[in-house]
T-cell receptor
Framework: GENVEQHPSTLSVQEGDSAVIKCTYS??????FPWYKQELGKRPQLIID?????GEKKDQRIAVTLNKTAKHFSLHITETQPEDSAVYFC?????????FGRGTSLIVHP | NAGVTQTPKFQVLKTGQSMTLQCAQD?????MYWYRQDPGMGLRLIYY???????DKGEVPNGYNVSRLNKREFSLRLESAAPSQTSVYFC?????????????FGPGTRLTVL
């Protein structure tokens, strides 16, 4: 599958700050972009997703934006809390097979 | 509903030994997947099954085989384990073959090959 580049690999913020994680992809046919959160020792779980015909989607403190022209999408977390500390994975899908980024370890300091 | 379940949770093998990782889902999903997760590498697809009766290779299939036993169960077999196969293995399922369906992951199997 096509690669997905995810940055940064580690992100450290103070509680209450915002966090932004960015992913870029190369396959212009990608049409679905999910984000997963994985807490230490747990399974990945979907937190938000966006389809290619939508530019932005928001769910409480998290939002995802998609720029199809530039082929990048970003996860935004506002008012971060210690329980947001986890590894976040972006992914992109074209038809049936998803390709995941390498993950961002978010650390929220109280 | 239990969702996606995997057995065993932990396993230690010696080089050359074989074993089968079991996965089952009770959500009546059509598609099932096996991933491996290594530090700094994200989730890499080993094999997938779009529907009962079909299986296909993913990004890193070498050294593995799979069986879609029925709609609920999808097993992953290591015929001759190697230290490079030390990893955490996740099984996942989704409702259909199409792009927009959420994948649900199992709790993972932590495998160490000595």
């Amino acid at each position: 599958g096509e690669n997905v580049e995810q940055h940064p690999s580690t992100l450290s913020v103070q509680e209450g700050d915002s966090a932004v994680i960015k992913c870029t992809y190369s396959d212009s046919a990608s049409n679905y972009f999910p984000w997963y959160k994985q807490e230490l020792g747990k399974r990945p779980q979907l937190i938000i997703d966006i389809r290619s015909n939508v530019g932005e989607k928001k769910d409480q403190r998290i939002a995802v934006t998609l720029n199809k022209t530039a082929k990048h999408f970003s996860l935004h977390i506002t008012e971060t809390q210690p329980e947001d500390s986890a590894v976040y994975f972006c992914a992109r899908r074209r038809s049936y097979i998803p390709t995941f980024g390498r993950g961002t370890s978010l650390i929220v300091h109280p | 509903n239990a969702g996606v379940t995997q057995t065993p949770k932990f396993q230690v093998l010696k080089t050359g030994q074989s074993m089968t990782l079991q996965c089952a889902q009770d959500m009546n999903h059509n598609s099932m997947y096996w991933y491996r997760q290594d530090p700094g590498m994200g989730l890499r697809l080993i094999y997938y099954s779009a529907s009962e009766g079909t299986t296909d290779k993913g990004e890193v299939p070498n050294g593995y085989n799979v069986s879609r036993l029925n709609k609920r169960e999808f097993s992953l077999r290591l015929e001759s384990a190697a230290p490079s196969q030390t990893s955490v293995y996740f099984c996942a399922s989704s409702d259909s073959w199409t792009a927009y369906n959420e994948q649900f992951f199992g709790p993972g199997t932590r495998l160490t090959v000595l």
